[in-house]
């Protein structure tokens, strides 16, 4: 069993920054791929940013460019940095992970990301 615990979560005027972090239970040495996924209200869990073991990223076309998934072996935890957000950024959102020889899916258990003025 693997435990996901996202942070960094909060409230942030539209143009802010965040950065979420995502501390696993267990190395992410045997990750096969890493994901952030966001929920809005009413709306359906949509894939946000991917990152594959051999460091291959995919995005949603909505944050290209303002978005960036990244890892950190050592701490055993990825991220995900938000920049120019937007009021339609605002979302829980929820890390992910799969590991090599498992067959579960791990999720985090979401942060809230507010982006109001």
């Known amino acids: 069993q693997v435990q996901l615990v996202e942070s960094g979560g909060g409230l942030v005027q539209p143009g802010g920054s965040l950065r979420l972090s995502c501390a696993a239970s267990r190395s992410i040495d045997y990750i096969y791929a890493m994901g952030w996924y966001r929920q809005a209200p009413g709306k359906q869990r949509e894939l946000v940013a991917r990152?594959?073991?051999?460091?291959?990223?995919n995005y949603a076309d909505s944050v290209k460019g303002r978005f960036t998934i990244s890892r950190d072996n050592a701490k055993n935890t990825f991220y995900l940095e938000m920049n120019s957000l937007k009021p339609e950024d605002t979302a829980d959102y929820y890390c992910n992970a799969d590991y090599y020889g498992d067959i579960r899916q791990y999720w985090g258990q979401g942060t809230q990301v507010t982006v109001s003025s």
């Open positions: 990152m594959t073991s051999d460091g291959s990223t």
